[in-house]
């Protein structure tokens, strides 16, 4: 018997509801599989979510215990608490050279939630955003949701930025260039020439600049080349604590760029926020106060968690590892096998438990990868290393 329908045909979902999922969110799968077998127990290695296996600075922590227990749990200002956004104000502009206040920053609940505030804020309906490939999965949820569509460029060799494809795909649609910087998954750090040509076709196009900066503090010094500076009208920066102070679960992230834009992500995060917990904020600002340290901390847990994973799998048949200028992921060319990358990773989940993501999750260009995340222990590093050589040998 065939069950009736839940709603009329006149009571049914937004269009919205097919722009929020699609492919980004499959490449998911594998892992939230692999996240339930370990909380029933079973044995699974997870190098597929860039969540690092450190735990945040003792006095983050202790600041928000310390804030919590003081009865920190009331309404806080939409935009963020004035002295976080002053800080977070001084380290940008440590970072980019760019010199702002906190009323050209907002608050918001990760890096993700304020590409969200930015894709609302900038573009619409029939609008686009170009962007380069390998690009983070969740990017065209994230700004199709406006209405607009995002636009991705093939890379070039060695997955750096084509600027000539990328001059290409710019139309009378287009309003935004958005670019990670370290990218994710690749670890590419966009150099000064690149920004220089990037630059110049925001200016003779009159576009917007939207960087993510998530990975900005893993890069060699804690900073990567910024555009900031030198185009403070039109470059929005976005920034976060999660990766660079094991924070990704506190959910603490900004929006940096002109006034006029600040202003209208305030009122969105006033519509969708209303404002997120103060005794988070003042971790945030705990944190901020620490960044150095916390910086030097992460990077070099990455930089002897990258060489160890990279020698132990050099000589394995058929992988072919990309090293990365920063960040904590590793793009592994597994094409040599005769599998895609959705088709390895599958694989390698059903012969040995462990668990890593589809290139082509990324775009067509990395689509005979999988990308590996070494930000975790030694131990489980080692031993999923055996168990790839295991699997590789086994293959025809």
Known sequence: MLTPPTHSKNVNYSALVHRIG???ADAWL?????VAARERGEDV??????DPDLETPAPVIERAVAQLRGGDTHYVP??????????IA?????????????ENVVYFAGAQNALFA??????????????????????PATIEVSGA?????????GWRPDLAALAAHVTPRTRALLWASPNNPSGVVLNEAELGSIAALARRHDLWLIVDEVYAGLAPGGRVPSLAARLPERVVTLGSLSKSHAMTGWRAGWLAGPRELAAHAEKLAMCMLFGLP?????????????????????????ATRQERFAVAIGDIPHLRAVPPEAGMFMLIDVSATGLSGGEFARALYAAERVSVLDGAAFGRSSAGCVRVCFATEEATLDAAAARLRRFCESLP
């Open 118 to 139: 930015a894709s609302l804020c900038l573009a619409g309906p029939g609008d686009e955003v170009v962007t380069f490939e390998p690009l983070y999965p969740t990017y």
């Open 78 to 87: 939409a935009a963020g608490r004035a002295a976080l956004r002053e800080a």
């Open 22 to 24: 699609g492919h980004g």
């Open 45 to 50: 290695l997870i190098l597929s979510v860039g």
């Open 278 to 302: 103060g005794f988070i904020q003042e971790a945030a600002i705990a944190a901020l106060a620490l960044a150095d340290e916390a910086g030097q901390r992460m990077r070099a847990f990455c």
């Open 90 to 102: 001084r380290a940008h502009a440590a970072r980019s050279g760019q010199q702002i206040g906190a």
């Open 30 to 34: 594998t892992h939230y599989e692999a």
């Open 149 to 157: 569509r995002l636009v991705p460029v093939p890379a070039a060799a």
